[in-house]
């Protein structure tokens, strides 16, 4: 199903533009409260039982204790703190991020320009949201210009095309779809007025990764339409057996594309926060089309500072290190050996493609929510969160709650035995 936001009434937990009478962008008014604030408000009132450790399942931010090359990296490179670093980084971090590229999603030697085709970025959540300010027209085939997104979504791709002046297009992500959008559904009057489309593969928060052909497919959209395809691949090293596929990869392969872009209208992020467990870093790259990233430098140049010297150097140095990563997909293997034996047969519990998330179907996600912080101590998000609906109609994450595998495999096991327990 697509659901575009609506024109003139905002979608629940939006304010209408202008409701709180302070001057400035009246855009802003149209962004809900980012889903972290909303489960606050939702669980304020909820006492937790005593003598109950808490147990914080609802936030993507890994527990791992992150890699001792990270702490030596920067120490090593303290020097370099009183220097202002180059919007566009350092060789050593392009090349890292270029080698790393080639190796993982197996591109032919020497076809990836890392000198034109990365750009270092300070998370990928900023760069996900700078990129509609470069990627929408103040208008498209004469209309105002839409901004495809899965639903459920990350809640950056919203606000960004928002704040474009874009109209969010919201693309459900269901079972039935194979928890990713449909191209299907796409008329050529929508396609013709869309500017950028976000994808995320492994998605947050299903897990489902987008094979080689629905990746071919959707960049052969974006050529044929003239909008960027903006791939978020920001999960897609941690993953239980199979090494998801990259759109760069499947780029590299594509018969009868322009031999001097073989990324043309392709953007592809990464992030260290997941691989590498260093959320605190704010660690990510952009890669892709030489032109478009040509302009992603231009624009960042103006809007935001340069990742740090010291960051740019550990960051080249875990991108070109992959024993700990490996330590990590172990390490998720097991929690989600844990989480199996607690839920297995309960809920809609499947193994996810990638990613470290639970996205648990229990009837009511936000009561959900509620039970289990107030008789377990347990932090879940309400899939209504992650998701809009047209109105009038049900919102498709409702049923839902995401559950974020971030804390060790024998708390993850007796958390989710706990739920099941609560929620019956």
Known sequence: MVTAAPT????????????????????????????????????????????????????????????????????ANAH??????????????????????TRRYALPAGLFDAERCVLPVSGTREALFLLALLAVPQSKAGRQPAVLMPNPFYAPYEGAALLAGAEPVFLDATRETGFLPDLDSLTPDLLERTALMYLCTPANPQGAAADAAYLARAIGLARRHGFILAVDE??????????????LQVAAGLAGGDPARPWANLLVFHSLSKRSSAAGLRSGFVAGDAELMARFSRLRSYSNAGMPLPVL???????????????????????????????????????????????????DGEEAARRLWAEGAIRVLPGAYLTRCAPGEPNPGAPFIRVALVQDAETIGQACAAIARILG
């Open 8 to 75: 003139e009434t905002a979608p629940s937990g939006i304010l209408a533009p202008g409701s709180d009478g302070a001057p400035g962008n009246d855009r802003l008014d149209r962004l809900s409260d980012y889903p972290f604030t909303r489960l606050a408000a939702l669980l304020a009132d909820v006492t937790p039982r005593a003598n109950v450790p808490p147990v914080l399942l609802s936030v993507g931010e890994p527990q791992h204790p992150t890699p001792p090359l990270l702490d030596e990296t920067l120490r």
């Open 80 to 101: 370099l703190w009183g220097k202002y670093p180059p919007v566009n980084g350092t060789p050593e971090f392009r090349a890292a991020v270029g080698d790393w590229l």
């Open 234 to 247: 920001c999960y897609a090293e941690i993953y239980l057996d199979t090494p998801p596929v990259g759109a």
């Open 313 to 363: 150097a550990a960051s080249a140095a875990l991108w070109r290190d992959e024993a700990h990563v490996e330590e990590n997909r172990a390490a998720y293997r097991a929690k989600f050996d844990a989480a199996e034996a607690a839920l297995k047969g309960r809920y809609g519990y499947y193994r996810p493609d990638g990613g470290f998330f639970l996205w648990l179907e229990v009837g």
